[in-house]
């Protein structure tokens, strides 16, 4: 594993020289967990062209020093910014990069003045963010089993969507399988959302009970080996009515469509066109009120963005969510989701879970 950590810094110390920069702070959770191992929540690396280091306080001496390889560990005995700025003006590196996004504008000020004058300040987004897009077979491997772990409690808890249930028992139900099978915990707050809320693509459990003939959208992700998951499946209680199974029949051929579009060198953007005309032929095209998918690594959000327009295109090695769904207010909504590595040749759907239309 040090390996991985040694190669992906020296590729982003090619993308500093490519760019003229001397240092780059990085200050993401993630972004210091890809570069140098390190899992703690808070910290810095400054990685330079030759050498970095990582900046942490007194709470992660001990897990730096036992987690990061091939990087000098300094303890910050201020703020963040100023252990920084600091640091940057002992080594007399003059041309800076940082992630605007990554930093608040009080933050910044405060590196800026403990750096002291004569640096040049470079704003720089997404640049290990860009690396990260790219997965390489052991991070695949990874989200392969965060994928199966989400696929297997989706299809235990199908057992217990019995009418009187309710929703935040099946949420919470979800989220202990998960930890039972050694997930570090849930990837995102986990959607459960019955009848009418499943019109809902982003609902939030509530005390709702499950009546006897209604849609159930399930949707739930694991971090395992500190890569997520992301799965959605639709099923209905009962026997479902003519309309419920035309819009699933539309949403599954869709994702598909979709799935099947994602191959290296492909646009992002055709992509989600490819479900997009699916739902379109069906007339359904003005309830599809989100994008087709993104990607997904150590963040469940991730690069790249699979949406209308996006010209990204995906490599080997992309790893995505294709999700499109239907979504009519007040009656009731349909998801199907997968993860999806994009391979040299073809693709390999990661999630393990029947797509055909389920009736409990
Ligand atoms: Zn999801
Ligand atoms: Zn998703």
């Known amino acids: 594993m040090n390996k991985c950590f040694i190669s992906r810094r020296r590729r982003l110390c090619n993308l500093l020289q490519e760019k003229g920069l001397e240092v780059l702070i990085i200050t993401q959770p993630a972004n210091l967990y890809y570069l140098t191992g390190f899992t703690g929540e808070a910290g810095a690396l400054v990685a330079m062209r030759a050498e970095?280091?990582?900046?942490?306080?007194?709470?992660f001496t001990v897990q730096a020093r036992e987690?990061?390889?091939?990087?000098?560990?300094r303890l910050q005995?201020?703020?963040?910014?100023?252990?920084?700025?600091?640091?940057?003006?002992?080594?007399?590196?003059?041309?800076?990069?940082?992630?605007?996004?990554?930093?608040s504008v009080a933050q910044f000020r405060e590196l800026r003045r403990a750096a002291g004058g004569g640096r040049v300040w470079r704003e720089l987004s997404g640049l290990v963010e860009g690396l990260r897009a790219q997965k390489d077979p052991s991070e695949i491997a990874q989200i392969r089993n965060a994928a199966r772990l989400a696929s297997n409690v989706l299809i235990d808890i199908l057992k217990l969507l019995k009418p009187g249930v309710r929703e935040f028992e099946i949420a919470a139900e979800i989220e202990y399988q998960m930890r039972r099978r050694g997930a570090s915990g849930p990837a995102f707050q986990t959607i459960v959302a019955f009848g009418e809320r499943s019109a809902l693509p982003h609902a939030r459990p509530t005390g709702r009970k499950l009546g006897k003939k209604e849609l159930v959208v399930l949707d739930l992700g694991a971090i395992l080996g500190h890569y997520c998951s992301d799965i959605t499946r639709t099923v209905f209680?009962?026997?479902?009515?003519e309309?419920?199974?035309h819009w699933y029949r539309a949403v599954r051929e869709a994702q598909a469509a979709a799935v099947a579009a994602a191959r290296a060198?492909?646009?992002?953007?055709?992509?989600?066109?490819?479900?997009?005309r699916v739902l379109a032929g069906y007339r359904l095209d003005r309830y599809f009120v989100h994008s087709t998918g993104h990607g997904l690594g150590l963040e469940v959000h991730e690069e790249p963005r699979v949406?209308?327009?996006?010209k990204q295109r995906l490599k080997p090695g992309s790893t995505i969510t294709i999700e499109p769904g239907v979504y009519v207010p007040g009656t009731g909504g349909i998801r199907i989701e997968d993860d999806v590595a994009v391979l040299p040749e073809g693709s390999e759907v990661l999630t393990r879970v029947p797509r055909d239309f389920i009736e409990l």
Not at 52 to 59: F, M, P, T, V, W
Not at 92 to 97: A, D, E, N, P
């Open 237 to 241: 209680v009962g026997r479902a009515p």
């Open 307 to 310: 949406a209308q327009g996006q």
């Open 243 to 245: 309309r419920i199974r």
């Open 77 to 103: 005995k201020s703020t963040l910014p100023e252990a920084v700025g600091r640091f940057l003006r002992a080594a007399r590196v003059k041309r800076v990069g940082y992630d605007p996004a990554a930093l």
């Open 67 to 73: 987690e990061a390889r091939g990087v000098s560990i």
């Open 265 to 276: 060198g492909v646009e992002c953007g055709e992509v989600d066109g490819a479900a997009r």
């Open 52 to 59: 970095a280091a990582l900046i942490i306080d007194g709470r």
